[in-house]
């Protein structure tokens, strides 16, 4: 019993956690058209200057920021919007997304 | 007694449109001279931070200066909360700030690195 228990929590463990490593750049090049692309461009090369380059930059950065404004550890009133619509896996597929785009941003020493 | 209060009311108003757009103009090769506190993590590609989460540093060079300067000003602000860079923009000056965006933001910046 107990290690069918056990056996049990550990799949459910799994299944949880399944999702959440899955990065789709397919689906979130979807997403970005419907919500990011009109202020940070299709490509992440934003045109506008208060709104950041997000094309080839670090796929774990964004997905923190994404997070972050989802939480409001990051307070933004505009992004607090978009971000807190998003759900786990959209924000992985954002991430994913943007981070496969062209650099706009670089390391520079 | 109106005409003096009108001069002071557009002058107290010429003062306020001043201020508000006397955001610092930047200067790259002062912002080099900056640069120190920021590359030990966003001068090496693929850094990335050990605390209170463990993701990489932004890439920062190209990014738009107006959002760089924001950036900063939230760190300082407490608006953003992470440790090291709320302790290093708290040390910077608002022409600080412009400085450094103008440097990380000149065209080399775009494409050193990788």
Redesign the interface.
């Known amino acids: 019993m107990n290690t069918l228990i056990t056996t049990l929590a550990l799949g459910a463990l799994a299944l949880a956690a399944a999702p959440a490593d899955a990065r789709d750049a397919a689906a979130g090049a979807a997403k970005a058209k419907e919500v990011c692309a009109a202020c940070h461009g299709m490509d992440g090369n ?1 045109a ?6 997000l094309g ?6 964004l ?2 920021a994404l997070r972050d404004y989802k939480s409001g ?3 933004n009133p505009i992004m607090a919007g978009f971000a807190g619509a998003l759900t786990r896996q959209d924000i992985d597929n954002l991430a994913a997304y943007y981070a496969s785009q062209p ?7 | 007694m109106n005409k003096v209060t009108t001069i002071a009311a557009l002058a107290s108003l010429a003062l306020t449109g001043s201020a508000l757009a006397q955001a610092p103009a930047g200067d790259a090769s002062r912002g080099r001279e900056k640069v120190q506190m920021c ?1 030990g993590c ?4 693929g850094w990335r931070t050990a605390f209170p ?1 463990v ?13 760089f300067v ?2 900063l000003q ?1 760190y300082k602000s407490g ?3 992470h440790p090291s860079m709320r302790g290093i923009a708290a040390s910077l000056t608002d022409q600080d700030m412009a400085d450094l965006a103008a440097y ?1 933001a000149a065209p ?7």
């Open positions: 934003s506008t200057p208060d709104y950041p380059k080839g930059q670090h796929q774990d950065y997905a923190k550890a990051r307070k650099r706009t941003v670089s390391t520079r020493y | 590359q966003h001068g090496i590609e989460e993701y990489h540093v932004p890439r920062i060079a190209g990014q738009h200066p107006a959002y924001k950036a939230a608006e953003r909360g990380y080399a910046a775009a494409t050193a690195g990788k």
